[in-house]
């Protein structure tokens, strides 16, 4: 028996099945992750990987961490690969052979809840262990040793590791040997080979192999053994953290190898401490760690060991300049991970260290290390320089662009003429929305079941002069084709107007025929939109297709961001505000005014938009008071990259290019009915998915907020592009093809959408939680009633009550009478109750 996980951070270890365990073999995406793994470790493996998509995603992931997105752009081509290596080695599913099963324990951000963690707290022990052996060039040759007649452990499973340079076996433990570090420790010694002192865990995770690397497997004792007189001897020691050899004489022999290695880390840390390195505002780290174990009630228990450790080390890296060496060497001042070094190694130690660096930081020190600092004597205030302007963050272009130039294709293409490589996904963004508020007619079923519209909002952000004039050159020519259609209606508006003025001047034309207003549609705007209409033109927005009445989008493209903020004072924009939360999900909104001019009526929002402004007008709009009304997550955003002293290039009028851009905007208008994009719904739902383990796993509440809506866009501006490649056999068929470059681009637009909202929203958005949890905390309600409740037994009597609240028999009798009212008990009999709930909340 063993379990397994589908991913070590964020899921349950439940017991495998045969199933799983093909599935987990056979996995193409396993297969690709191993070989990937061996081939970016070869020499000179960066010549054919520095271009590869899925590297250039990791690393733009990487880069665009907070605080180690610098560091990580200074390392070499070679240690990226080697960072991405082990990302890759780490998302394998793992397989933990020591276990059968895990207790359901209470998970750390919500105790209410209870999933089958992998902590030896709650492990029941399965018989099998783990034996690893590393950096050798013959795996098979040492896995034939175990197939000799008389070899003392049964092997039910060995393959070669992912690094291609190491064995792994799954034996049988012996009982009459030890538990698993002592049969690790023999074991080691009949192979003549080393032992790996991190494997005595029985919660250990093995990553998967794939099926080519198996060199042998018994089915049926892997998912049926179980050494049950293993179980009930070693069970109870390793549930309290005991997994140090059980025999005097046993010892593994890499301990004694890292002697040398622990005594230079001493002297090192010795030579630390004269020169002062191990203080912190003059107070010793030591000190710290100490006050930080007690405000958390003093040692953890084993089994609670690795996560304490971990919030340590996420607290640590506030005060050890996020240096995961620093952090790693003041983790080994607290008792307790002494504890842990001596029975597992202090592999483990070093990794905490290293994976608490690598998380979002955040420009304050949590509040939970502010106290601990305080109490010491350390009245930290808040990091002047604790995070750089966003401004002065860079921005990883070449990497976007990378990803992008071999997924560009018509109709972005042509879009991206005249555009410099590093702001072409801007001129993908803009135009995207175009060609999207063009297909109005269209719409495809979300992953939720729901019938969605296309409703994009993009911004594009830039200094002045830095040539996001693009996205008016394409408003120019894509969105021709609305304009067309708007010519005639707007020009009957003019003449009934002219024919108003002259009315109203000349008593002979008072006499003729009452006028009628134009009813036709108008969907292109203009800034200055009186809310009037604007709510008049979307009413009228309006065309049956395929048999139903549909609304049509309206749009707005203003190439000065700061008009519609300075309108906001005035007639032309109030309002509108609410109309851009609305318009991303086609909520309703409407108006009711007495004046006869009102559209009194309700109307589900259909408006899209394109616009371009400077960093200062985008914080004028996007302020502290509003930023958390949704609107941040529901613009799709791009910065251009600025070219200080720089003169703009020249560049030739694309004729060719205009007449395509212009040709496209016609062409979507024409089409109409469902879109079959169920592949690519598909694979965004799992992109999201893997943002949320991701956000789980980093504690990161920005992209757990941000993710929710990039899936929209990663939808919508990756449909202009399946589309253009099969025009004509969607306009007869009505079939649609996604291919996988099609979900490669939908991943990189996903990708970008949520850094560039990060990038400019994330940490207002963190400020504006973290300054609502410490003004607005609940009253917690903890009355007398309550107290008395819970401190009865599960069946009372009114006399209980009396005792317990030191009130008479009759006010007892009302309190019980009130209980069962409100169904907190039910009578058993005349005077006795039963507990229906444990708690009351009053």
């Known amino acids: 028996m063993f379990c397994i996980q589908d991913n070590q951070y964020v899921s349950p270890a439940v017991p495998g099945t045969l199933e799983k365990l093909n599935e987990v073999l056979d996995s193409p995406r396993v297969r690709w992750k191993i070989r990937t793994i061996r081939s970016v470790r070869q020499p000179g493996a960066i010549e054919q990987w520095a271009k590869d998509s899925d590297f250039q995603k990791f690393c733009l992931k990487e880069a665009g961490k907070k605080k180690t997105g610098e560091a990580f752009l200074a390392l070499t081509g070679e240690e990226k690969l080697a960072r991405w290596a082990t990302a890759l080695k780490e998302s394998l599913p793992p397989l933990i052979f020591g276990a059968r099963d895990f207790d359901e324990t209470p998970l750390k951000k919500d105790p209410s809840r209870k999933m089958k963690r992998r902590v030896l707290a709650g492990i029941h022990l399965s018989g099998l262990f783990m034996f690893d052996v590393d950096h050798v060039d013959n795996p098979h040759e040492i896995f034939e040793r175990t197939q000799v007649e008389g070899f003392p452990w049964d092997v039910v499973m060995a393959h070669k590791t992912s690094s ?202 949590p509040k939970r290390m502010q106290g601990v600092l305080e109490s010491v004597g350390i009245h930290a205030g808040k990091p002047d320089a604790a995070a750089k302007p966003v401004g002065a963050v860079e921005v990883p272009y070449e990497q976007f662009a990378a990803r992008l130039e071999p997924l560009l294709c018509t109709p972005y293409a042509e879009a991206c003429k005249g555009v410099s490589r590093h702001n072409w996904l801007g001129a993908v963004m803009a135009s995207g929305a175009m060609y999207c508020t063009l297909m109005t007619r269209c719409w495809y079923k979300h992953f939720n079941g729901a019938r969605q519209r296309m409703n994009p909002q993009v911004l594009i952000i830039g200094d002045p002069a830095s040539g996001k004039s693009f996205a008016k050159d394409l408003d120019d020519q894509i969105m021709c084709a609305m304009r067309a259609q708007d010519e005639e209606v707007r020009a009957q508006e003019t003449r009934y107007k002219q024919e108003q003025k002259k009315r109203g001047t000349s008593s002979k034309a008072q006499k003729q025929d009452a006028l009628v207003e134009p009813e036709g549609m108008i969907r292109y705007l203009p800034t200055k939109t009186s809310n009037n209409i604007f709510f008049r033109r979307l009413k009228r927005a309006k065309e049956v297709v395929d048999g139903e009445v549909l609304p049509m989008h309206l749009y707005m493209f203003d190439s000065e961001l700061d008009s519609s903020i300075s309108a906001q004072s005035g007639g032309a924009w109030i309002g509108k505000h609410d109309l851009e939360l609305k318009a991303f999900h086609n909520e309703l909104s409407g108006v009711d005014y007495a004046n006869g001019d009102s559209i009194n009526d309700i109307l589900p929002v259909y408006w899209n938009s394109v616009t371009t402004g400077t960093q200062i007008s985008l914080y004028k709009k996007f302020t502290m008071r ?217």
Not at 729 to 751: E, P, V
Not at 773 to 784: D, G, I, M
Not at 808 to 820: D, F, G, P, T, Y
Request: charged share 30%; hydrophobic share 35%; proline share 2%.
């Open 164 to 365: 291609g340079k190491g064995l792994r076996l799954v034996c049988k433990a012996r009982v009459e040997v030890g538990n698993i570090a002592d049969n690790q420790i023999e074991l080691a010694q009949a192979l003549g080979v080393k032992a790996d002192a991190s494997c005595i865990d029985a919660s250990r995770i093995s990553y998967a192999p794939m099926r080519e690397d198996v060199y042998f497997l018994d089915e049926q004792e892997l998912l049926n053994y179980y050494n049950e007189a293993f179980d009930k001897t070693f069970s109870e020691a390793y549930r309290s953290g005991h997994t140090e050899p059980t025999k005097k004489t046993h010892s593994f022999e890499e301990i004694k190898e890292k002697t040398k290695e622990d005594e230079t880390r001493k002297e090192s840390d010795n030579r630390l401490q004269s020169e002062g390195g191990d203080l912190y505002h003059g107070v010793e780290y030591k000190e710290i760690c100490e006050a930080w174990q007690a405000a958390q009630g003093g040692a953890p228990a084993s089994g609670d060991r690795h996560r304490t450790m971990l919030q340590l080390a996420l607290d640590l890296r506030y005060i050890c300049d996020n240096q995961p060496e620093m952090v790693d060497r003041v983790l080994r001042l607290c008792g307790f991970v002494q504890d842990v070094i001596r029975e597992r190694g202090d592999k483990e130690v070093t990794d905490i260290a290293h994976t608490a660096c690598e998380r979002k930081l955040y420009k304050d020190i």
């Open 626 to 842: 509003n930023i958390n009304d949704g609107l941040c997550s529901r613009v799709a955003i791009f910065q251009m990259e600025v070219a200080r002293y720089q003169m703009v290039k020249k560049k030739m009028v694309d004729w060719q290019a205009n007449e395509a851009l212009k040709q496209w905007g016609f062409r979507f208008e024409q089409l109409h009915g469902e879109l079959p994009l169920e592949r690519l719904t598909d694979h965004v739902y799992e992109l999201c998915e893997l943002s949320a383990q991701e956000a789980e796993a980093a504690d990161d509440h920005v992209l757990d907020y941000l993710r929710k809506r990039a899936v929209f866009y990663a939808t919508w501006l990756t449909v202009p592009r399946i589309i253009a490649r099969q025009y004509e056999q969607y306009k007869k068929t009505g079939q649609l093809d996604i291919s996988d470059d099609d979900l490669r681009f939908s991943t990189l637009i996903y990708d970008a959408v949520i850094y560039f909202q990060d990038h400019f929203f994330g940490q207002m958005l963190q400020d504006s939680w973290d300054n609502a949890a410490r003004e607005f905390v609940p009253r917690r309600r903890n009355t007398k009633n309550a107290d008395a409740y819970r401190d009865l037994p599960e069946t009372f009597t009114s006399k209980d009550v009396m005792t317990i609240l030191d009130v008479e028999s009759n006010a007892a009798n009302q309190q019980c009478q009130r209980w069962l009212k409100h169904g907190f008990v039910e009578r058993v009999k005349q005077g006795k109750y039963k507990k229906v709930v444990k708690e009351i909340m009053s």
